[in-house]
């Protein structure tokens, strides 16, 4: 009886060891896992000071290109203000100089014969139909400078306007990446969560296990005692004295099997928690993304 309750003692004692250790290998997975998640947020908080710092100098950019732009187009319209007044008075000294040949012409011939006077009035015919059709030719040629400086005005206003919707697609893709990466903290977070309250009840569960084991170990050694005290007396009834049960067949004692205690394996078994930390161990670090080679 006392090496039967020896054996059991030291089975007891070697599964509270294994207990133990289990425990204090949990604790210090936990304490390994509370020092990896401070230290992916102080990179994570680096990451989004680097994302906004980022944001704030493309809009200063921006704008710095954007004012020089407009300095850039006030000058090349003063230049062409310029450039077209000086079209417009070469324009009307080569009227007035044309104007005062015709005149010229005219009185010199004035004094010539009645033949050359129909010629002299068709030349002056002419030379106002010339007039007038340089006049409108010119105009003509105003009219196609205005409209091609026009378009010019556009197209820059167009790629103006494209420069600042790709500046502002920058920053809100930028926005909507920081917004992701949030948005996958917070899902990893709850499924550490969800994963210590399995943990947490697994324990609660291997302490009731625990628990049971070590009441049907009092009742199986209650029944044996009750045994050993009556095989001399008499025979034993079991429909009489009690229900049949484990160790009450009064079958011939042996001290190496009246208790027999399941071996303890030195296998090292990966838990609940390794199994999750192993599916996202390959998954990059906050702040490990090049801003740079993203989509868009």
Request: aromatic share 4%.
């Amino acid at each position: 009886e006392a090496k039967r309750l020896e054996v059991d003692l030291k089975g007891q004692l070697r599964s509270h060891y294994a207990l133990v250790q289990e425990n204090e290998e949990q604790l210090r997975k936990e304490e390994e896992l509370q020092r990896r998640l401070e230290h992916q947020e102080m990179r994570r908080q680096a990451s989004r000071k680097y994302y906004e710092d980022s944001a704030a100098k493309v809009q200063d950019k921006t704008k710095q290109k954007f004012e020089r732009n407009q300095q850039i187009i006030m000058k090349i319209d003063e230049d062409f203000q310029r450039k077209e007044h000086q079209f417009k008075q070469s324009l009307l000294a080569e009227e007035e100089r044309l104007s005062r040949f015709q005149e010229a012409r005219l009185q010199e011939s004035s004094d010539k014969a009645q033949v050359f006077k129909d010629k002299v009035d068709e030349m002056k015919k002419k030379t106002e139909q010339r007039i007038v059709e340089k006049r409108e030719e010119g105009e003509e040629k105003l009219r196609r400078l205005g409209e091609r400086i026009a378009q010019v005005d556009k197209r820059r206003e167009d790629e103006q306007t494209k420069r600042m919707l790709l500046s502002e697609d920058q920053h809100l893709h930028i926005m909507d990446v920081i917004e992701n990466k949030s948005r996958l903290d917070r899902v990893n977070e709850h499924r550490r969560h969800e994963l210590k309250e399995q943990v947490d009840g697994n324990v609660e569960r291997i302490e009731t296990l625990l628990a049971l084991k070590e009441q049907l170990l009092d009742q199986r050694k209650a029944r044996n005692m009750k045994a050993e005290a009556s095989k001399a007396s008499r025979g034993l009834n079991l429909r009489r004295d009690c229900l049949p049960g484990p160790g009450q067949y009064e079958l011939a004692s042996v001290a190496m099997n009246e208790a027999p205690v399941m071996k303890m394996g030195q296998a090292k078994v990966p838990g609940m928690l390794d199994e999750a930390i192993k599916a996202t161990a390959a998954n990059p670090a906050p702040g490990s993304y090049d801003s740079s080679v993203l989509a868009n």
